[in-house]
């Protein structure tokens, strides 16, 4: 094969597992991202029920219940708006009433958040950033703890 | 005395990294070679002093001095020894402090270890690195300064977050660090040849022993990530594709299509732009890495205080250095000499689809890490790209590859044979499908699992058939020994590979339960069973504990006892969940505690997870292989150099 034509070769071959790549990259961002909102912002966006979400927030005080069969529930807020969560599982050890959290998961039809992961901040100056962007947003941030 | 006296010695290699920047590359343009060697004493001095004060910040750490900030917010008089030594850097200070480190000893290696080098390619190639230097340096004195005192030392310090308090600090960041930060040397290298314009196979043989063990750490690195946050997280899960994660792989990806282009360079002098462009994206993506992880754009346990100045700063090293670079690529790399050729259908062919592929999964990485933090910035929408992206978009990369692996061993250099290679791997062919087979039988859906499981035993045998057919042609025990050592390091490498996706398949197979236990009554877990025996408290160095003892049974019988816990560190007033692991065969048992309730009833997530530890072990295999190869006596640094004294090239 000449130079010529092997270097078309490559680039052809490049090409191919280029477009498969863009295409592959296209069809999973389309399906498989997940937005993240502040429960403020959740109440404006009329998200439907379903759709996958991130939703971050403090958990709100008071508001924690432990059921049967490890089924909790809690409020989440950024002190604007609320958001009523259901949960089934371990909580993590860092989860506390007053404190950042980060759940995943989704609206069921009543309007009431079902998550299916539960994340809490890592330690005690550790704040989900994209909480605290939120509460800062809302001007209820107290500044970072140092 | 002694912090001030580290501090000193930081300032002072900062100035000699500029000297090593400046002096041997004005050396080389005035081709004044006693300049040029200025290099080598400077890059060894750089390294001892910043060792220096390395070891000034551990001794503050170990003496608990609470004077300094670093050791207040990050140590505490009661944390164990060897806490104390890898808390150092557990915290951003430090860890870029053990950054500039590696990079030094890097620059100190290369100087030491380049006596066959010609003299310009070695002055460049350490201004280069004394420039990287240079910048890192600057960065730690002016942004992240880990001697910085306090007028009023306290009493006590704020400990270590608990999450780190693990031997795993011990071993992940520096391995990390070796693989990350050693990719600066190729990228030097690709930077000198750049400059001095001159690129042959005598340069792909100085750099190979460099990629090699900046690849064998990240492998071994990655792994050792990996199987702490699996231990330590309590979810069972190895790998999150959380950002910081995917910024370990994406050089880890890169660096591993450097290893085999570099090979085709080496043998045949082809792909040279095509290997140096790798040489620097590797590193580039090392600094990107340190980036998303040091600056705080990202929230996570590895991304300690956030800071803006320090993001900003490194990314002006970063913009620096991968554009300057890449500018260095564009203006140069025309002028490089292009390479032989080769047939499609051959050793080198194979190779290049084999940096297609992984080019294009690093890419795909690249892009699902940074088009989060990308949206954000223009639109301020705040997504997450979580494993069903990569999952989406890399499985499909990554099974073809696995099947073009063994057939890529097989075909020859210029010109290969399609036909034959496959006739060759009938066996590994077969033990494929009778692998296949066998694991759909034993366990069964997920299809996913099955297929890769086959593919993966098809890697193990294929890895092994061109050294077992080429044993087989006489003497078995003399052909053995007579193969080169770089044959080995490539079947064995490939076979860790194997043997992680065997052991990755086999996630699919995992049992997961999220149970109340009462003690006494047990549970079953896979084949075994697990029953609670005593729940208690003890007390730890820097935490109290609440720990299950559990008993692992099968059929009846105890055949292990494991002991879950979960700590709460007083000092942060933290709490951690510590899992209880036993490992039973290739698989594990895994428990982790929930909250206790009045009842006496327990939560507890159980995990059985079959063949988990190949996915270890084969990356352990896999830095084997690289380290057999690195050990190749033909390949040793020098010898191309002798050898090419002995036989003068003719003139391109």
Known sequence: MTRKGKRLALISAALAVLAMAVGLVLFALRDNIVFFYSPAELAQKHVAPGTRLRIGGLVKEGTVVRGEDRNVSFTVTDRTADLDVTYKGLLPDLFREGQGVVVDGALAANGAFRADSVLAKHDERYMPRDVADALKKQGVWQGEKQ | ?652
């Open chain 2, 1 to 652: 005395m002694i912090v001030e006296t580290g501090h000193f010695a930081l300032v002072l290699a900062l100035a000699l990294a500029l000297a090593q920047a400046i002096l041997p590359f004005a050396g080389a343009r005035l081709r004044d070679v006693a300049l040029m060697r200025v290099a080598q004493p400077v890059a060894v001095a750089q390294f001892l002093l910043v060792a220096l004060a390395y070891g000034a910040l551990t001794h503050a750490h170990v003496v608990s001095d609470f004077s300094l900030v670093n050791v207040i917010e990050n140590s505490h008089s009661l944390k164990p020894m060897i806490y104390k030594i890898s808390g150092v850097w557990g915290n951003h200070e430090g860890s870029m402090l053990l950054w500039v480190l590696v990079l030094s000893a890097c620059g100190a290696a290369i100087a030491l270890l380049s006596r066959a080098m010609p003299d310009l390619l070695r002055a460049d190639t350490l201004a280069v690195q004394g420039l990287i230097g240079a910048a890192f340096l600057a960065f730690i004195l002016l942004t992240s300064n880990p001697f910085a005192r306090v007028a009023d030392p306290p009493w006590q310090g704020r400990d270590l977050n608990p999450i780190l308090q693990d031997p795993g600090l011990a071993i992940h960041p520096p391995l990390l660090y070796l693989g990350y930060v050693g990719f600066s040397t190729v990228f030097s290298f690709a930077a000198a040849a750049l400059i001095g314009g001159r690129i042959d196979a005598a340069w792909a043989r100085f750099v190979r022993p460099w990629t090699l063990a900046a690849w064998i750490f990240l492998t071994l690195g990655i792994a050792m990530g990996s199987y702490w946050a699996y231990y330590t997280l309590g979810w069972g899960g190895f790998w999150f594709w959380d950002p910081v994660e995917n910024a370990s792989l994406m050089p880890w990806l890169a660096g591993t299509a450097l290893l085999h282009c570099a090979a085709v360079m080496e043998k045949r002098e082809a792909l040279k732009v095509w290997t140096i462009f790798l040489s620097i994206l590797a590193f580039s993506l090392s600094l990107l890495g340190t980036f998303l992880v040091r600056s705080g754009v990202l929230t996570s346990v590895h991304a300690f205080a956030s800071d803006p100045e320090r993001g900003v700063f490194i990314l002006a090293i970063l913009v620096v250095f991968i554009g300057g670079a890449l500018a260095l690529f564009a203006l140069r790399a025309g002028a490089l000499p292009t390479g032989s050729l080769f047939a499609p259908i051959s050793r080198e062919g194979a190779l290049v689809v084999n940096n297609l592929l992984l080019t294009t999964a690093c890419a795909t990485v690249v892009i699902g890490t940074l088009y989060p933090l990308a949206l954000e910035a223009l639109t301020g929408d705040k997504i997450s790209v979580g494993a069903p992206f990569f999952n989406t978009v890399l499985i499909p990369i990554a099974l073809p590859l696995v099947l073009l692996m063994p057939i890529g061993q097989m075909l020859a250099w210029k010109r290969g044979e399609l036909i034959g290679a496959l006739q060759r791997l009938r066996t590994a062919f077969a033990a494929g499908v009778v692998a296949l087979a066998a694991f759909g039988a034993l366990y069964g859906a997920p299809v996913l699992s099955i297929v890769s499981a086959g593919l993966a035993i098809y890697l193990v045998v294929g890895a092994f058939s061109d050294i077992a057919q080429r044993a087989a042609l006489g003497n078995v025990l003399a052909r053995l020994r007579g193969l080169p050592l770089s044959a080995w390091g490539t079947s064995v490498a490939h076979a860790g590979m194997g043997l992680s996706l065997l052991g990755l398949a086999a996630a699919g197979w995992g049992v997961e339960q999220i149970v109340a236990m009462k003690p006494g009554v047990a549970q079953d877990v896979g084949p075994y069973q697990i029953a609670i025996e005593d729940v208690a408290s003890r007390a730890g160095p820097n935490y109290a504990e609440t720990y299950a003892v559990m008993a692992v049974r099968e059929g009846g019988e105890t055949i292990a006892r494991i002991e879950p816990a979960k700590r709460f560190y007083q000092a942060r007033r933290m709490a951690r969940t510590e899992a209880g692991i036993v490992t039973l065969g290739l698989g594990q048992v895994y428990a982790a505690l929930g909250e206790q309730h009045a009842d006496g009833t327990l939560d507890a997530r159980l995990y059985y997870k079959p063949l988990v530890l190949l996915i270890w072990l084969g990356a352990m295999v896999m830095a084997l292989g690289g380290g057999l190869s690195l050990a190749d006596r033909r390949l040793r640094i020098g010898v191309a150099a002798r050898a090419r004294a002995a036989q003068p090239q003719p003139a391109e």
